[in-house]
């Protein structure tokens, strides 16, 4: 057995799905998957993405990071995606954004194709840097992270 068959059913095995960078439209490596006809909630990549505006202080970053932590693996396990010039670079499928701000919203619905946005659970909270010190931003985020997690277990 050569190497690379034996990385996939040891992939396969752990239920690991390997990523490939792509140029159009969000993919997924295993050829088993029909591209078009798989939708957000039913692609076994990410669970959950975060949408991060460029340029996040370490502070602002290091609250973020404990905040989703709290909210267990899932969300502790979230890509951090940053939005530079408006653009997107190579954002996964997931069943869930959580885009901070409403710039990195919209450029999130730039680049993601219309049957996936459908799919997915999109939740817009405030900028990370509003939630270093407004009380009611961070009340937000928690109910924002609260709705994700509650969405990600009614699909699977």
């Known amino acids: 057995m050569n190497a690379s068959l034996r990385q996939h059913e040891v992939n396969r095995l752990l239920g690991l799905s390997p990523m490939r960078l792509r140029s ?16 957000a909630a039913d692609m076994p990549g990410a ?26 693996p899932v ?3 979230a890509a ?6 408006g653009r997107l670079a190579d954002v996964p499928a997931a069943r ?7 710039e990195q919203a919209q ?6 194709p219309a049957a996936v946005l ?10 990370p840097t509003a939630l270093q010190g407004d009380g009611a ?11 994700v997690r509650r969405a990600l277990r009614s699909r699977t």
């Open 118 to 127: 459908a799919a997915a659970e999109v939740v817009l909270v405030d900028p």
């Open 24 to 39: 159009r439209g969000p993919t997924v490596a295993d050829s088993t998957m029909a591209p078009a006809a798989t939708s």
């Open 137 to 147: 931003a961070k009340r937000r985020l928690w109910t924002a992270m609260r709705a």
């Open 96 to 102: 869930a954004y959580l885009a901070f701000g409403s």
């Open 107 to 112: 450029a999130l619905g730039r680049e993601l």
């Open 80 to 85: 951090r995606i940053e939005v530079r010039d």
């Open 47 to 72: 669970a959950c993405v975060l949408i991060l505006p460029a340029g996040c202080g370490a502070a602002a970053l290091d609250m973020l990071g404990r905040a989703v932590q709290a909210y267990g």
């Open 75 to 77: 969300l502790a396990r």
